[in-house]
């Protein structure tokens, strides 16, 4: 049996991959994020994710590596994920009563091939008061976040709705990865 390793320290893509019922391990690749503002939202994920597949994937050659990242655009801007309270406040201030989109981008490395696609869904908030914005910040769970909040938590208040994949907004779309894996020949059930 070849190993599946997640190349990520999110416990959001841990437990959406553990869905699946798949068995595998986790291995956090630190790299740097930073990237080309001329790219494509599209092309950013999809690079983010690349980079820290291969990290994993140089150490482990024989094995299948997944690599995710999940980005928040809006104006044009790309939101990572906040440096401090403050910028987190001012992320969900802008994204407050309109539409953003969500990108994550998935790379697969295997013996087999590689694969690389990305998600993007519609995002749309409530017009959110200050206090419901210092409230959620002082809260933490922004902190680590893309967009400086996560859907799947406390932060699922703040959402009016979506149009597309939720799971790829909670940072790894689970459909597409199966299905992904399936083709590179990954043993699957």
Known sequence: MQNLILASSSPRRKELLENLRLTFTVSSSEVDESFD????PEDVVMDLAKRKAQVIFKENPDSFVIGSD??????????????????????????????????????????????????????WFWELTDKEIKSYVQSGEPLDKAGAYGIQQLGSMLVKKINGDYFAVVGLPVAKTYRELKRLGYPLS
């Not at 503002?37 to 494509?40: G, I, N």
């Open 70 to 123: 999940t980005i928040v655009v809006v104006d044009q801007q790309v939101l990572g994920k906040p440096t401090d309270e403050a910028d987190a406040m001012g992320m969900l201030e802008k994204l407050s009563g309109r539409k953003h989109d969500v990108y994550t981008g998935v790379s697969i490395l295997s013996p087999n091939g590689t694969a690389r696609f990305y998600e993007k869904t519609e995002v």
């Open 37 to 40: 503002p001329t790219l494509s």
